[in-house]
């Protein structure tokens, strides 16, 4: 989710859209790569020692050290996009999503929330951002992500993977610590 928000962002219509492509090109691969490829890879050693059972982590203890490592790829995704010459709606996105992952993570010991709820939410709260910041008709890319939230809940639901609150919760989360973190910082 991560990644496509930042290819929303090169694509929003605002003067975010016009950085140059090797900016564009650095940034997303910053982005993929501490927030999908690292994360992804270490999925195998836990597996092997057990810190995870499955790759679905149903116990919501499982989630305790993957979130705490994206979390921490999160502070260190904004830490090198910090370091970039960019506008900071770049840095405050990944913010947003840190702060998200940290909530999350303080809830895991209580709640199962959706992980993926969270990154759809995150999703949304951009592109709530970017139409009422910004003022820009995104409107079609909301009702899509919006669309693609309820799919994700839904089947969520009849895998029976999650019940209805914590796929209400899990959208929530991201949909507002995203949206205020880039609203206040």
Same mark, same amino acid.
């Given at each position: 989710?991560?990644?496509?928000?930042?290819?929303?962002?090169?694509?929003?219509? %605002?003067?975010?859209?016009?950085?140059?492509?090797?900016?564009?090109?650095?940034?997303?691969?910053?982005?993929?790569?501490? %927030?999908?490829?690292?994360?992804?890879? &270490?999925?195998?050693?836990?597996?092997?020692?057990?810190? @995870?059972?499955?790759?679905?982590?149903?116990? +919501?203890?499982?989630?305790?050290?993957?979130?705490?490592i994206?979390?921490?790829?999160f502070?260190?995704c904004y &830490?090198?996009?910090?370091?970039?010459? @960019?506008?900071?709606?770049?840095?405050?996105?990944c913010?947003?999503? +840190?702060?998200s992952?940290?909530?999350?993570?303080l809830? $895991?010991?209580?709640w199962k929330?959706?992980?993926?709820?969270?990154?759809?939410?995150?999703?949304?709260?951009?592109?709530?951002?970017?139409? &009422?910041?910004?003022?820009?008709n995104?409107?079609?890319?909301?009702?899509? %992500?919006?669309?693609? +939230?309820?799919?994700?809940? %839904? +089947?969520?639901?009849?895998?029976?993977?999650?019940?209805?609150l914590?796929?209400? &919760?899990?959208?929530?989360?991201?949909?507002? @610590?995203?949206?205020?973190?880039?609203?206040? $910082?």
């Amino acid at each position: 989710m991560p990644s496509l928000g930042y290819l929303l962002l090169f694509n929003s219509g %605002t003067y975010l859209a016009y950085l140059p492509f090797e900016y564009k090109k650095m940034i997303l691969l910053i982005v993929f790569l501490c %927030t999908f490829i690292i994360p992804l890879s &270490i999925m195998p050693f836990f597996l092997y020692q057990k810190i @995870i059972l499955d790759i679905n982590m149903t116990q +919501a203890r499982e989630r305790h050290i993957p979130l705490v490592i994206s979390f921490i790829m999160f502070i260190l995704c904004y &830490i090198l996009l910090k370091k970039i010459p @960019i506008p900071p709606d770049f840095n405050d996105f990944c913010l947003g999503c +840190a702060a998200s992952a940290f909530i999350v993570l303080l809830a $895991v010991s209580k709640w199962k929330i959706s992980l993926h709820m969270v990154g759809i939410g995150g999703l949304a709260g951009l592109i709530s951002y970017l139409i &009422i910041h910004m003022q820009v008709n995104l409107g079609f890319y909301l009702i899509i %992500t919006i669309l693609a +939230a309820g799919i994700t809940g %839904t +089947a969520r639901l009849l895998l029976d993977v999650h019940k209805p609150l914590e796929i209400y &919760i899990g959208f929530f989360v991201g949909l507002v @610590i995203v949206a205020s973190v880039m609203f206040i $910082v």
